[in-house]
Antibody
Framework: EVQLVQSGAEVKKPGESLKISCKGSGYNFTNSWIGWVRQMPGKGLEWMGIIYPGDSDTRYSPSFQGQVTFSADKSISTAYLQWSSLRASDTAMYYCARQGYYYDNIDSSPHDAFDLWGQGTMVTVSS | DIQLTQSPSSLSASVGDRVTITCRASQSISNYLKWYQQKPGKAPKLLIY???SLQSGVPSRFSGSGSGTDFTLTISSLQPEDIATYYC?????????FGQGTKVEIK
C-alpha cells in the first residue's frame, strides 16, 4: 500500500527539542519530494517547505526558515521535522505529504501537488 | 509571497445545490492552481491540479476553472459527503502558499 505514516502525538514543554518522523512505503521514497504543512488549531494550512530524500536538498518557506530543520534518511524511507527549542506557538498539527508531478493536458507543463498525505502529528507545547 | 484569498470563508447549502468557491491570487499565477478537500479530523486530499484537471478517483461533480488571478471550484450537486473545508494552493513560485480555506456545510 502506498502510504506515509507519521509518528505519534507529542506533548512538550517550551524550550525542549523535538523530532517527528514521516515514513513512506509502497513507492520510490528517494525520488519524490516530501513537504511539511502546519495547521494550527482551528486554522488553515501553511506550507513549511520541502525536502528531496535522494540528496536532502531542502527548500524552506521564509516564515519557517531558521525555526525548523528538515532531514531525511533514504535508507529507511523516512523524513524528519525537528525543532531545537519549542515555543507554545509551535502547537499545531503537522502533516507530511508527497509532492507528485502532473502534466497539463494542453501544454504538457509540469505541475506539482501534494498527492499523498500522512495522517498528521499533533504537537502540543505547554508549560 | 503570493497571497491567495478565498471567498466565501464559509457557506451553507442544501443537498443537490450547485456550490462555487472562488480563489483570487495577488499576482498572475497562470494555471498553477490546485484545490484540496479537508474533512474534519482528516488530512487534506488533492482534488484538482493545473486549475481544472481532476485527480484520479475524484467525483466528476467537482470541477475547476480560471486563469491568471481568478479561479473557481464548483461542486455541481452538493452531497452530504462533501462537507469539508476546501483550500486552493498555488505552485507558480515558492513558497507554495494556500488560501485561507472555505468551510462548506449542509443547510
Amino acid at each position: 500500500e502506498v502510504q506515509l505514516v507519521q509518528s505519534g502525538a507529542e506533548v512538550k514543554k517550551p524550550g525542549e527539542s523535538l523530532k517527528i518522523s514521516c515514513k513512506g512505503s509502497g513507492y520510490n521514497f528517494t525520488n519524490s519530494w516530501i513537504g511539511w504543512v502546519r495547521q494550527m488549531p482551528g486554522k488553515g494550512l501553511e506550507w513549511m517547505g520541502i525536502i528531496y530524500p535522494g540528496d536532502s536538498d531542502t527548500r524552506y518557506s521564509p516564515s519557517f526558515q531558521g525555526q525548523v530543520t528538515f532531514s531525511a534518511d533514504k535508507s529507511i524511507s523516512t523524513a524528519y521535522l525537528q525543532w531545537s527549542s519549542l515555543r507554545a506557538s509551535d502547537t499545531a498539527m503537522y502533516y507530511c505529504a508527497r509532492q507528485g508531478y502532473y502534466y497539463d493536458n494542453i501544454d504538457s507543463s509540469p505541475h506539482d501537488a501534494f498527492d499523498l498525505w500522512g495522517q498528521g502529528t499533533m504537537v502540543t507545547v505547554s508549560s | 509571497d503570493i497571497q491567495l484569498t478565498q471567498s466565501p470563508s464559509s457557506l451553507s447549502a442544501s443537498v443537490g445545490d450547485r456550490v462555487t468557491i472562488t480563489c483570487r491570487a495577488s499576482q498572475s499565477i497562470s494555471n498553477y492552481l490546485k484545490w484540496y478537500q479537508q474533512k474534519p479530523g482528516k488530512a487534506p486530499k488533492l482534488l484538482i491540479y493545473a486549475t481544472s484537471s481532476l485527480q484520479s478517483g475524484v467525483p466528476s461533480r467537482f470541477s475547476g476553472s480560471g486563469s491568471g488571478t481568478d479561479f473557481t471550484l464548483t461542486i455541481s450537486s452538493l452531497q452530504p459527503e462533501d462537507i469539508a473545508t476546501y483550500y486552493c494552493q498555488q505552485s507558480y513560485n515558492t513558497p507554495r502558499t494556500f488560501g485561507q480555506g472555505t468551510k462548506v456545510e449542509i443547510k
